[in-house]
């Protein structure tokens, strides 16, 4: 689907953001109103490859986040197509009143690609972890938001914001994610799940870096427990799609959502909001950070340590199962 122009033996060496600057450079080789812009983290954000190979439609905008936000805005008024690569913490926060007024208040064709999101760069402390930006975007009328779970989806999620009209947020990390997609040809949609295992005694739904850990999770559920735990990569945050999220309340009457951010707002939030207002009742947890600020560490062991790897996952699924509820279907008593 992305024209991706290198094998899969070198993708599996290739971190997210190399994936998503090479995605990039093939766009911008057949689309000539590309443009890119950084605020002087093009080799950090891996826009430097896009950068390099087009050097007359690239801007940095030096250390000035929200100059580089009302830059894209003037270019996407003029017809062109902004990339904008920084991290999710200075998009999320520092740039905010720009992404709010200037794009996407305007509804304008911007796409963000935020890296070094969630706790990926945990051993920069809070200044650079950002579990919040999903609470925050999410929130921006008119603004979509994706988080691909590996290097195969963002591209997939690349191509697609190019091919969607209007302000799209996409969320990736700052390292070498786990392969959870061996390639791109797969049915990717905007705002539709993928369904990476089948199961009927509960869901986990799961975005991120948190996906790759789901499957594991589904995986040792079946052969130990004998568990048979559905997981649904819940790539689109914004908009949801409610239809997968009901089919396994009415199905599996369990919901487990992992997610590398803030409890509060994000995909948690979000898959509640559907249930809540379906009236349909399910036993539900959400795993995340907790409302607190992160410490500092690696992201293997910040995951472990907020129980948002695969052993986690397996605990609260294990006590999730445990629990009573009223499983029946009769969901008339339930509105």
């Known amino acids: 689907m992305a024209g991706l122009t290198y094998t899969m033996l070198d993708a599996a060496h ?19 109103e590309i443009v890119g812009l950084s605020a002087d983290l093009a080799k950090s954000t891996k826009i430097g490859l896009f950068a390099k190979k087009f050097p007359e439609r ?3 905008a030096g250390i000035a986040e929200q100059n580089m936000v009302s830059m894209a805005a003037g270019m996407a008024s003029a017809g062109l197509v902004p990339f904008v690569s920084t991290f999710a913490i200075f998009i999320a926060m520092r740039a905010l009143d720009q992404v709010h007024t200037d794009i996407c208040y305007q509804n304008l064709n911007v796409k963000i ?15 650079h972890q950002c579990t919040e930006d999903l609470s925050i975007m999410r929130s921006m009328a008119n603004c979509k938001v994706i988080v691909p779970a590996d290097g195969m989806e963002t591209a997939n999620a690349v191509q697609a914001a190019y091919e969607t009209p209007g302000p799209i947020y996409i969320r990736i990390n700052r390292g070498f994610d786990q392969q959870v997609y061996k390639d791109t040809d797969y ?3 905007i705002g539709k799940a993928v369904e990476l295992a089948d199961g009927t005694d509960l869901t ?22 004998g568990i048979k735990a559905r997981v649904l990569d819940m790539h689109t945050i914004k908009p949801i799609d409610e239809e997968a999220i009901l089919k396994a309340v009415h ?22 909001e559907v249930v809540a207002k379906s009236g349909k009742a399910c036993a539900f ?34 006590e999730l199962m445990g629990r009573d509820f009223e499983d029946d279907e009769d969901w008339e008593d339930e509105v």
Request: hydrophobic share 40%; proline share 2%; charged share 20%.
């Open 285 to 318: 947890e959400i795993l995340g950070i907790p409302d607190t600020f992160s410490i500092i560490g690696l992201h293997e062991d910040l995951m472990s340590h907020y129980k948002i790897d695969t052993n986690g996952i397996l605990e609260k699924v294990r």
């Open 58 to 60: 690239f801007f940095n």
């Open 204 to 225: 986990i739904i799961a975005c991120g870096s948190c996906v790759h850990q789901a499957v594991e999770a589904s995986k040792i559920l079946d052969s130990v427990d």
């Open 14 to 32: 290739l971190s997210t953001g190399e994936i998503y600057g090479k995605v990039l450079c093939d766009l911008g080789e057949k689309h000539p």
């Open 251 to 272: 199905e599996t009457r369990r919901i487990i959502t992992v997610e590398d951010h803030n409890v509060i707002g994000g995909l948690g939030s979000a898959v509640a």
């Open 187 to 189: 049915d990717f949609q």
């Open 113 to 127: 690609i935020a890296t070094h999101a969630g706790l990926s760069f945990g051993q920069g402390g809070s200044t």
